[in-house]
Nanobody, 119 residues
Framework: QVQLVESGGGLVQPGGSLRLSCAAS????????MGWYRQAPGKQRELVATITSGGSTKYADSVKGRFTISRDNAKNTVYAQMNSLKPEDTAVYYC?????????????WGQGTQVTVSS
């Protein structure tokens, strides 16, 4: 059994910052890619940023230069530092991780955390 628990969402004014955290726990042999996705009302879920166990990162064009993804492998935790937030960043943000148990890799999702950017 694996759980991803997110925290750090909330309401922030345009131009403000938030830091999301996501901790993985349970039966984990290894974690490959971890990442953040988001889903706004009426839209499909989209990639925000991902990071490999080696630290290689990928960002959606819409967040490049504003968001920074990082991870602490010892704590099985991924972070998203979100700066210069815009109203269009408003969405439910989901954590994702590809996790190995014995010989099987599976994708896991967190429950989601709401980020609202509004004045």
């Amino acid at each position: 059994q694996v759980q991803l628990v997110e925290s750090g969402g909330g309401l922030v004014q345009p131009g403000g910052s938030l830091r999301l955290s996501c901790a993985a726990s349970g039966s984990i042999f290894s974690i490959n890619v971890m990442g953040w996705y988001r889903q706004a009302p009426g839209k499909q879920r989209e990639l925000v940023a991902t990071i490999t166990s080696g630290g290689s990162t990928k960002y959606a064009d819409s967040v490049k230069g504003r968001f920074t993804i990082s991870r602490d492998n010892a704590k099985n935790t991924v972070y998203a530092q979100m700066n210069s937030l815009k109203p269009e960043d408003t969405a439910v943000y989901y954590c994702n991780a590809r996790i190995l148990f014995i010989t099987v890799w599976n994708d896991y999702w967190g429950q989601g955390t709401q980020v609202t950017v509004s004045s």
